[in-house]
Protein backbone atom coordinates (compact mmCIF):
# COMPACT_ATOMS: atom_id res chain seq x y z
CA UNK A 1 0.00 0.00 0.00
CA UNK A 2 1.04 3.14 -1.09
CA UNK A 3 2.00 5.46 2.23
CA UNK A 4 -0.33 8.26 1.30
CA UNK A 5 -3.14 5.78 0.97
CA UNK A 6 -1.81 4.20 4.14
CA UNK A 7 -2.37 8.04 5.63
CA UNK A 8 -5.51 8.26 4.21
CA UNK A 9 -7.07 4.48 5.61
CA UNK A 10 -6.24 6.10 9.40
CA UNK A 11 -8.49 8.85 9.02
CA UNK A 12 -12.37 8.18 9.88
CA UNK A 13 -13.99 6.34 7.38
CA UNK A 14 -11.49 6.13 4.67
CA UNK A 15 -10.44 2.76 3.13
CA UNK A 16 -8.13 1.59 0.73
CA UNK A 17 -8.67 0.12 -2.79
CA UNK A 18 -5.27 -0.64 -4.32
CA UNK A 19 -3.66 2.48 -5.50
CA UNK A 20 -6.74 4.90 -3.96
CA UNK A 21 -8.49 5.46 -0.65
CA UNK A 22 -12.27 6.02 -0.57
CA UNK A 23 -14.65 7.13 1.86
CA UNK A 24 -18.34 7.55 1.86
CA UNK A 25 -20.39 10.21 3.13
CA UNK A 26 -24.12 11.18 3.77
CA UNK A 27 -25.53 14.30 4.14
CA UNK A 28 -29.18 14.86 3.97
CA UNK A 29 -30.42 13.42 0.72
CA UNK A 30 -26.91 13.68 -0.69
CA UNK A 31 -24.65 10.64 -0.81
CA UNK A 32 -21.24 10.67 -2.39
CA UNK A 33 -18.00 8.65 -3.09
CA UNK A 34 -14.75 10.48 -2.60
CA UNK A 35 -11.64 8.70 -4.08
CA UNK A 36 -8.04 9.46 -4.03
CA UNK A 37 -5.32 8.68 -6.14
CA UNK A 38 -1.95 8.34 -5.34
CA UNK A 39 -0.53 7.92 -8.63
CA UNK A 40 -1.90 11.08 -9.97
CA UNK A 41 -2.86 12.74 -6.69
CA UNK A 42 -6.42 14.10 -7.59
CA UNK A 43 -9.77 13.72 -5.33
CA UNK A 44 -12.70 12.50 -7.05
CA UNK A 45 -16.18 12.92 -6.42
CA UNK A 46 -19.19 10.55 -6.98
CA UNK A 47 -22.66 10.54 -6.53
CA UNK A 48 -24.23 7.36 -5.41
CA UNK A 49 -27.24 5.94 -5.78
CA UNK A 50 -29.24 5.68 -2.30
CA UNK A 51 -31.23 3.17 -1.29
CA UNK A 52 -34.67 3.78 -2.73
CA UNK A 53 -32.55 3.88 -6.52
CA UNK A 54 -31.38 0.31 -6.51
CA UNK A 55 -30.79 0.49 -10.29
CA UNK A 56 -29.14 3.66 -9.66
CA UNK A 57 -25.04 4.09 -11.13
CA UNK A 58 -22.50 6.15 -9.51
CA UNK A 59 -22.09 9.43 -11.42
CA UNK A 60 -19.20 11.90 -11.14
CA UNK A 61 -20.33 15.18 -9.39
CA UNK A 62 -18.28 18.65 -10.72
CA UNK A 63 -16.15 19.87 -7.54
CA UNK A 64 -18.46 22.80 -7.67
CA UNK A 65 -21.96 20.96 -7.04
CA UNK A 66 -20.06 19.33 -3.77
CA UNK A 67 -21.00 20.84 -0.59
CA UNK A 68 -18.89 22.85 1.28
CA UNK A 69 -18.83 21.18 4.41
CA UNK A 70 -17.52 17.83 2.62
CA UNK A 71 -14.67 19.40 0.52
CA UNK A 72 -13.38 21.01 4.20
CA UNK A 73 -13.65 17.33 5.62
CA UNK A 74 -11.54 16.06 2.68
CA UNK A 75 -9.09 18.65 2.87
CA UNK A 76 -8.77 17.96 6.63
CA UNK A 77 -8.03 14.34 6.19
CA UNK A 78 -5.57 14.75 3.50
CA UNK A 79 -3.89 17.45 5.63
CA UNK A 80 -3.97 14.75 8.37
CA UNK A 81 -2.38 12.39 6.34
CA UNK A 82 0.65 14.57 5.56
CA UNK A 83 -0.63 15.01 2.06
CA UNK A 84 -1.07 18.63 0.59
CA UNK A 85 -4.66 19.45 0.90
CA UNK A 86 -4.61 21.43 -2.25
CA UNK A 87 -4.86 18.26 -4.71
CA UNK A 88 -8.68 18.36 -3.28
CA UNK A 89 -8.72 21.69 -5.41
CA UNK A 90 -7.24 19.86 -8.86
CA UNK A 91 -9.31 19.67 -11.93
CA UNK A 92 -8.76 16.31 -14.12
Not at 52 to 77: K, S
Amino acid sequence: MRDPIAALVRQEGWRAEGAAARVHYEGGRDRFAVEFYAETPRVLYWSVPTDDDEGGTAVPVPRDDVPDPLRRRIREDLDEAGIDSEVERREL
